[in-house]
Structure formats: structure tokens, C-alpha cells
């Protein structure tokens, strides 16, 4: 049974993932095997992944068979257990909650070389119909306090398997870093009257340096106190919440500035190792109105050493207004 | 002219390091070069770093020259600019600090293919009276606010060089990671009157499953919410504040602590790549009471992905009851 454990000093929670408990040796010299060339996201290898919780595919096909486009299992080495219940203990004076969570993989295409970054637009979008639809599903759960959705594109970004898909992690409290996003845009709220990240978009247009893409709904750009070259942020335009909001028309504008800003990134930097991390609000709880939902793109291109572990500072060679005029210019061929 | 600039929503402090700017070209494809075989700090090329702020070496030999058996120089890609005034301005809605900082070298050794884990008892006390003694130096500057001692092992680590050092930055404010730390012993404190670190100290020797070693002034053990696989932490176990107060004995110990806790890691896990931080108390500041030193240390095994960024939680896939007792179970072999 995994457990999370908070750090008394600093409250920020671990999970103790003894699912995927490991010995000492193996950590020792093999480096991550190399991937093998049989893929459980690929078809006809549906009964090798647990059983789909949603997939998107033509009515006359059967459930964990192909045809699918769009496909959502459970992870198989999940970080935490959906069937427990989060019940809360001491440690001494450490505390701990039972390892309840839902760890699910977004199989976001059945094509075993695609890129996100390159696949059809209407493919992207039914992505993030996807992800909306798992959103809204496990914001429901009483037991589920918050949702993260994210992306591990590339080895050195950590993803263990090639083919893309992205990940959900419903976990029993809100994570520390969206908490103090939340706490740093209440305060912000409670000084100006304002939302913190409707200002930045707006300081951001004004400027012009540092944005990468716009469209009706959505801006693309660099931040200004971007921890990573060529960190990107993606917001609605107009201030939403949530990220379970997002309607019809916005999931097209969207999936539109997604890929597209991806395919900047893959362009530039030839298809980099990068996550991206979906943060929103909390649904049912307070925040409406100072917080809002935003992806964050970064690619993996320095490394985080003892500086940054040590400091919480991050050093970035590459300023933000030089990515902004970088990833404008890329010239987008005609996907 | 580095700035620093602040994220407004999280408050976190990032370095725009334009010294070290880099192109959109310079990440791809190529990764970090191979090492040379050049080396600065070998003896005899003293010449090619910038010259030493400090070194211990026989009185009869010359600055700059060879026989230092510790040396300390200014990082030759400085992150920032040891000249500049911290002054503050605002741009728009964000806050910049001009980029005033001290950024040095440590030299461990001259011995270009030593490693600190199997260095002599003797060198690592060394080492540590340098630390303390460019700590001590630094935290007078009326421009410091904080200096942060760590350690890159490894490439993994975000090591350049080989040759095995350790390196110090000095900032004009006090460092996210530190102020959260400050705060959550504070809060602790208020509620308990007793330091939180001592208090954990005191828990690990009572359950003893997570102690990795203790002598009569320090204890080095797993921490209850480790983030990382074989995390390791050593602390003073009679309450100190400030890392600059540290008494000769005291180093004597710590030095052994050290050297064996690196020794014990190094040959469970084959030398593996780390980073190693120094935390310490602000001197002149309030927090006598409630702060507590302390060394952390954190093998770089996993990679940290999209969840752990977006969330700011972390999976660690070995519980650390079993690293404490891996690692107590370490044969060292005499040295």
C-alpha cells in the first residue's frame, strides 16, 4: 500500500510508492532499459494494458479491441491505489495519509511514432476532449481533492515509453506548488482587485516581447521569470477558473495554439525532451475569481542541480524575450 | 548584467544568466561535450581559473601556483556579477533585482581523480574549514542575504568538470527553499516551543529504522518524507543555528559524518551522480530558536517529471526504513 507522507518542515507530500518498491542494486550501473520494440499503447496489444476507462473509437468496434483514436487506461505501475480509502494518521510527529489515488495514461493517439506536436489538429483536439471528459469525471470522486494533468515527452523528460501519451494523477490533497499558486494569487486578489494571471496576460500583449502565439481564446508566452529556456505558459484569454470550464470553441482554439506552439518548440530545438503540467482550480472550492487555468510547457534542456534543488532559485541561460522572438519566427510548415 | 527576477504568482526568485546566454542552435542535438582532457584545476593550471580567493597551501609557495591542497576561485561562467549593486526595480507588474551575487569554486583536492567519498578523513576537514571560513567571510557583505554551499557529483548531477568540487553562491535575498524552511520551523515553534529539527533528530534515534550513522555531535538519516531515493540528511544534534558557528570539533566530526555517509552511498550504489546542500540559519536574523543547520543529500536516481513539476509532490519508489537500513549495512572498507 503506498502512503503519503508530508514533510513537516516544508508540508510538502511525498508518495512512498512500494508498489514499485526497489533494492539497492537496482539502481546500480544499468542506466533505464532501453525501450523494446513491443508497445502496449499500440493495437491489437489492448489486453496487454488494464482494461480502457474511456477511449474514443467507432461504435461497432468492441471495448480493449482496436479502432480506437483516442485511448485511457489505468497505469499499469500506478503511484497510488484507487481502491484505498485516504484515511489519515501520525507518525510521531509525522504525518500520513493512506495512498488512495487514481493514476491513469491517456494513449493519445493509436500511431506508435506520432508526436504530438505533428499530429493532425483534429487529432490534438480530441485529446483535450479527453481530457475534459477524465477531469469531470474525477472531480466528482469526494475522495479526489485535485487533478494533474501532464505530459513526459521524451526520455529525458521521463517518459518510460515512446509512444505519446499523456498522464492524469488524482490525488486526495491539493498539491503544495497549486496551493501556492492559489495563496499567491488570493494575495495578489486581495491587493489589487484583480487576477494575477489576467494581468500577465495582459503586460504580456502590451509588451509583445515574450509572447510566442495568440489566438481569440488563448495567448502563448514565455514568462518573464521563466525557470527554463524556453518555459512557455498557455492561457485562456478571458478569465476562467477551471479547466473543466472550457467549452466547444474553446477546446478548438485550444488544441489550436497547442500544437502549434509545440511544433514551434519541436521546430527550433528539434524535437526536444519537455513536460507540460495542466494546472486549474479547485473545483467547489473558493479561488473563482483570482485563480486561473493555464498550461505550462518546459523543455528539458538544462539540467536541475544542487543550486536549484538547494535554493528553490532557478538559473535560466536564455532570456524569455529572446524565446518570445525565437519561437515567433519559427516557420511553420504546412502540417 | 544577469538580473533577477521574481515570479509574481509564486514568488520565486530565477537568474536570467545573459553571461551565459545562450542560443536556440546551442540546444540541440549536440549534448553536453564530452570532457576534455584539460583540466583547470589540475596543478599547473592554476593560470586558466580566475585567480584564488583562498587556498591552503605551505606558506613557501606562491598564489596561483601548485601545492594548495584546498583551493577556492570565482566560478569562470559566473551566474552573477559579483560587482553589481542589488539594486530593485520594477518593470511593469514584476519585481527585478539587479544581479549581484557571488558565485565560487571549491577545489576538493588536487588529486583530479579523487572523489570526496574516498578522499582521506583529513582532506574533507579540509574542506569544511574552507566552507566555513568563505561562509564566514560572505555573510559579512552588507549585500549578501544568503549563501548556499553545494555540491554537483556526476554528470547526472549537472557536473561540467570531473575534477571533484564543490561550489558556493551568494544572492541578495534569501532563497525560496530557505524561507520556507525558516517559516515552517517558525510555525512549528510557535505551536511546540521546541525546534522541529531536534525534534526530528529525536524521533529518528528513537525509532532508529531510518539512521544511516550518528557519532557524539551529529546524525545522518533517511528522512521520514524522503523525496528522492536514498536521500540523506546530517544533522548537528545539539541545536545550531547558523552553519558559521560550527566549532573545531564539531568539524572534525561532520567531516567524518560526511565522508562516511558519501562512502556508504558511494558503494551501494557504484558512485552514483548527487547533489549534496547546506542549509543554514541567516546570521543576524531572528530564528536562533527555532532553525537548525543541516546538510542534505540527494543521489540523482530518478528523473524528476512532469508530475513532480506540476505538483510539486514527489513518488520515491524506496521507502526510507529500507535505505536506513542499506545503508547501515554498508561494509566500508577501511580507507
Redesign the interface.
Known amino acids: 500500500m503506498p502512503e503519503l507522507?508530508?514533510?513537516?518542515?516544508?508540508?510538502?507530500?511525498?508518495?512512498?510508492?512500494?508498489e514499485?518498491?526497489?533494492?539497492?542494486h537496482d539502481?546500480?550501473?544499468t542506466k533505464e532499459e532501453a525501450s523494446s520494440s513491443f508497445c502496449p499503447f499500440d493495437y491489437g496489444n489492448e489486453h496487454t494494458t488494464p482494461p480502457e476507462i474511456l477511449a474514443f473509437r467507432p461504435a461497432d468496434t468492441e471495448k480493449d479491441s482496436p479502432g480506437w483514436w483516442v485511448r485511457i487506461v489505468a497505469n499499469k505501475f500506478p503511484?497510488l491505489d484507487p481502491e484505498a480509502e485516504p484515511d489519515k494518521f501520525g507518525?510521531?510527529?509525522?504525518d500520513v495519509i493512506k495512498g488512495f489515488g487514481t493514476h491513469e495514461v491517456i494513449v493519445e493517439t493509436p500511431d506508435h511514432k506520432a508526436n504530438l506536436a505533428t499530429l493532425p489538429y483534429k487529432q490534438v483536439k480530441e485529446v483535450i476532449w479527453a481530457y475534459r471528459e477524465r477531469y469531470k469525471a474525477l472531480e466528482k470522486d469526494p475522495r479526489v481533492r485535485?487533478v494533474?494533468i501532464?505530459?513526459?515527452h521524451g526520455k529525458?523528460?521521463?517518459?518510460s515509453l515512446e509512444h505519446s501519451h499523456s498522464?492524469l494523477?488524482a490525488?486526495p490533497i491539493v498539491?503544495?506548488?497549486?496551493m501556492?499558486?492559489i495563496e499567491?494569487?488570493r494575495e495578489?486578489f486581495a491587493f489589487r482587485d484583480r487576477c494575477?494571471?489576467c494581468?500577465?496576460a495582459n503586460?504580456e500583449r502590451?509588451?509583445g516581447t515574450r509572447i510566442v502565439e495568440e489566438n481569440d481564446d488563448f495567448v502563448a508566452f514565455a514568462?518573464?521569470?521563466?525557470?527554463f529556456?524556453?518555459e512557455t505558459w498557455i492561457l485562456p484569454r478571458v478569465h476562467q477558473y477551471n479547466f473543466g470550464s472550457i467549452e466547444a470553441d474553446q477546446i478548438d482554439r485550444f488544441a489550436a495554439i497547442l500544437k502549434s506552439v509545440l511544433l514551434r518548440i519541436y521546430t527550433?530545438?528539434?524535437n526536444?525532451p519537455y513536460?507540460?503540467?495542466?494546472?486549474t482550480g479547485i473545483s467547489g472550492e473558493e479561488g473563482n475569481q483570482y485563480y486561473h487555468w493555464h498550461l505550462?510547457i518546459?523543455?528539458r534542456?538544462t539540467?536541475?542541480?544542487?543550486?536549484e534543488?538547494?535554493?528553490?532559485?532557478?538559473?535560466?541561460?536564455?532570456?524569455?524575450e529572446?524565446v518570445g522572438r525565437?519561437l515567433r519566427e519559427v516557420e511553420l510548415k504546412k502540417q
Open positions: 507522507r508530508k514533510d513537516p518542515i516544508m508540508k510538502r507530500w511525498v508518495i512512498i510508492a512500494t514499485r518498491a526497489k533494492r539497492p539502481f546500480v550501473g503511484a507518525h510521531g510527529m509525522y485535485y494533474l501532464f505530459k513526459n529525458d523528460a521521463g517518459a498522464q494523477i490525488t498539491p503544495k506548488r497549486v501556492e499558486e499567491g494569487s495578489y494575477i494571471f494581468d500577465m503586460q502590451l509588451e514568462p518573464f521569470a521563466s525557470r529556456p524556453f527550433a530545438l528539434d526536444p513536460n507540460f503540467m495542466l494546472h505550462e518546459v523543455p534542456l539540467r536541475v542541480a544542487g543550486f534543488w538547494g535554493s528553490g532559485f532557478y538559473i535560466n541561460p536564455v532570456p524569455p529572446d525565437y
